[in-house]
């Protein structure tokens, strides 16, 4: 190790540098530090605190580029949380030696570091070092996930809806590239029962897999209400235990799934309301409550307080709440107490089902043209220089696709699509 990694300032400069990188650089920023610990081709991190983008890699791009967010799921499964751990592993669709380094702090979800190390077996002593440091970062990182800008908040909430609806883009697209390889195999066509019956098996596989690639997004993306709400008494367990008010935490009412961003706000509008409602002196009781009211979220904080002027939410929730196209509700009564209630949407927008048409294929986007036309199979074989037996297959999965039964209904469906006319190709 270098000597300078000896020196407690050394140290500290290097934590510095690290926790005053802004949220986009945070792993650039690590990894260059950890290379001088650690030298390293590339890493690739999995976190639980960015439903923006989970996963950020840096470094050798004939690795980098390759990665998977299944591949680094597979690797997070075999971490262990303060743990440096050298193993060999796939990473990038190769299996390499790899340094994971894993944390779970107490804010937040964690993550997992992939590192591919130079040296096939760093010391024990660098590998200690690098994933204490990595802890620090991650406990950063949470708490930097957990109280956004509200500007922060908004776009991550779009990107998480845009992703979901590419997930349901490629989903759909590889469910039906599936089924096409299931039905021309079960055709009954092919006399080696063993081979069908094995190509069955696999494209079954690779269905299977495909699901799993959603439900590990939405893990990564998303947390149960219930959970959500654990969190936040977590949170507040210190306080409840030291102050001298009654404070009544209930179970949530509902079930939801959260969008991270959204369970971080919960949490933090919640907080910040007991809070409030404890800096007036004369609160003895109150009760913060969550209930899933169909597309909303309710988090209601009820006290006893009985002097209600000062019982607007801050400026700085309100900032938090709008930003998410939430609102307040405050019901305050002289001599009786306040109850106030914020009202958020919970749920990141529904990817919408995709039209018909766009569920087929450049290709099959050009036989329906010649469909549309008029045109035989073998016209449209001799235009784009297919055999008449390829452009079969294509009328086939486009009636299967558009789920309809006839060229006619197909041609029906694209007439409000601005087809090109099918043109001969010259070779």
Same mark, same amino acid.
């Given at each position: &190790? ?12 290097? #934590? +510095? ?9 945070? !792993? ?5 530090? *950890? ?5 390293? /081709?590339?890493?690739? &991190? ?32 075999? =971490? ?20 994971? !380094? ?5 804010? $937040? ?27 620090? *970062? ?5 708490? /930097? ?9 908004? $776009? ?32 009954? /066509? ?17 269905? *299977? ?8 997004? +939405?893990?990564?993306?998303? +947390? ?27 179970? %949530? ?30 609160? @003895? ?20 307080? %009985? ?6 939410? %801050?400026? /700085? ?17 002289? $001599? ?14 529904? %990817? ?7 569920? !087929?294929?450049?290709?099959? *986007?050009? #036989?329906? =043209? $010649? ?48 087809? +090109?006319?099918?043109?001969?190709? @010259?070779?």
């Amino acid at each position: &190790m270098d000597a300078s990694w000896s020196d407690p300032r050394h140290v500290l400069d290097v #934590v +510095e540098r690290v926790l005053s990188a802004p949220r986009s650089q945070l !792993l650039s920023r690590f990894a260059a530090e *950890l290379g001088r610990l650690i030298p390293h /081709r590339g890493v690739a &991190m999995q976190t639980g605190d960015c439903p923006r983008s989970p996963l950020k890699v840096i470094g050798d791009e004939a690795i980098t580029q390759a990665v998977t967010s299944v591949e680094l799921q597979r690797l997070a499964d075999r =971490s262990e949380p303060g743990t440096a751990l050298v193993i060999d592993g796939v990473l990038g669709g190769v299996e390499r030696r790899l340094v994971l !380094l894993a944390s779970k702090p107490a804010i $937040g979800q964690g993550a997992v570091l992939a590192v591919v190390p130079e040296a096939a077996q760093p010391p024990s002593a660098e590998l200690d070092l690098a994933v204490r440091l990595w802890h620090i *970062l991650s406990t950063d990182a949470g708490r /930097r996930a957990a109280d956004p800008e509200p500007e922060v908040l908004a $776009g991550s909430l779009a990107a998480a809806s845009a992703r979901a609806r590419a997930i349901t883009d490629l989903g759909q697209a590889h469910a039906a590239t599936l089924v096409t390889i299931l039905s021309v195999l079960r055709s009954g /066509r092919l006399t080696d029962v063993a081979a069908r019956r094995t190509a069955v098996d696999l494209a079954a596989a690779a269905l *299977l897999e495909l699901k799993g690639v959603v439900d590990r997004d +939405e893990v990564l993306s998303a +947390e149960q209400v219930d959970t959500a709400f654990e969190v936040l008494k977590t949170q507040l367990a210190d306080l409840v235990r030291h102050t001298e008010a009654d404070i009544d935490l209930p179970a %949530p009412v509902g079930d939801a799934s959260l969008p991270q961003d959204i369970a971080h706000t919960a949490r933090t509008l919640t907080r910040g309301l007991v809070l409030g409602a404890l800096d007036r002196p004369t609160t @003895t009781r109150l009760r913060a409550s969550w209930r899933v009211d169909g597309p909303l979220l309710r988090i209601t904080v009820r006290d006893d307080c %009985p002097e209600v002027a000062d019982a607007v939410p %801050p400026r /700085r929730l309100t900032e938090r709440l709008t930003a998410l196209g939430g609102h307040w509700e405050v019901d305050a009564v002289p $001599g009786w107490g306040t109850t106030v209630t914020a009202v958020l949407p919970h749920g990141v927008t529904e %990817p919408p089902e995709l039209r018909p048409l766009d569920r !087929l294929n450049p290709r099959e *986007l050009e #036989v329906l =043209s $010649g469909i549309s036309q008029g045109l035989r199979n073998r016209q449209i074989a001799e235009q784009l220089q297919l055999s008449e037996h390829t452009v079969k297959f294509h009328v086939r999965n486009i009636l299967d696709k558009l789920d309809v039964s006839s060229r006619g209904e197909a041609a029906a469906l694209a007439r409000d699509l601005p087809l +090109e006319p099918v043109t001969h190709r @010259t070779a």
